[in-house]
């Protein structure tokens, strides 16, 4: 999976050449759609194929950093984990089609997926066990090295183009995403952290993001 990933990465640069061609450079930040949840944030840099069509094509490279909370989980007999905090890094490759609208003001629909990987993730919480005799009971606080794997995080968006200057444009753009694992994906016991509550492999989340559109020469 990982050279399907690297030929994908490569394949945006093959553009630079070709008119009818945009770039989009974008700040943001995610937030999980949980009720115990911590503010994210990522940056991007895309390729939009057919930029000036109705249809456009998109896809780059983005590096997005998320951080969750669960409260506890079970975690085997007689064992539990409390106050996880989960914070990994996750670099990914968009492909979306973009439907466009308006003429100097514009406004897109778009629509696709996020094939990603874990490139640093970190968890920590307590442990709590008790052994076999009454009284035998032990908490410690633990910080592990977290890697999740692969991610596929489909997504929506609509967004807002303003004109700043004759090739550039500021854009913002709401999106929502739904993470989830690969690794882990249906395989709850072999995330090792709990069931299907548990943010660690799969979660919704609302990003917004904000930057520059730039345009294609004219012709």
């Known amino acids: 999976m990982k050279k399907a990933f690297i030929i994908l990465l490569l394949i945006p640069f093959g553009s630079w050449t070709q008119s009818n061609t945009g770039f989009e450079f974008h700040a943001s930040v995610n937030h999980p759609l949980a009720t115990s949840a911590f503010l994210g944030g990522g940056i991007g840099a895309n390729v939009l194929f057919r930029d000036t069509s109705v249809l456009s094509l998109k896809t780059g490279l983005e590096v997005n950093y998320f951080h969750t909370w669960d409260d506890r989980i079970y975690a085997g007999h007689g064992s539990s984990r409390t106050d996880l905090y989960y914070k990994y890094a996750v670099v990914s490759i968009p492909a979306f089609a973009r ?121």
């Open 99 to 219: 439907l466009n609208f308006g003429n100097r003001v514009k406004f897109f629909l778009e629509a696709g997926a996020y094939l990603g990987f874990c490139a640093d993730g970190r968890v920590r919480y307590t442990s709590a066990s008790s052994g076999s005799f009454p009284g035998d009971y032990s908490v410690t606080t633990q910080q592990n090295t977290y890697n999740p794997g692969f991610f596929l995080i489909p997504a929506a968006a609509i967004g807002i183009r303003f004109p700043i200057s004759e090739r550039l444009d500021l854009f913002i753009k709401p999106e929502f995403a739904f993470v989830q694992n690969l690794r882990f994906s249906g395989n709850q016991t072999g995330a090792g952290y709990g069931g299907d509550y548990d943010f660690n492999y799969q979660y919704t989340y609302l990003r917004l993001c904000v930057g520059l559109h730039l345009k294609p020469r004219a012709r």
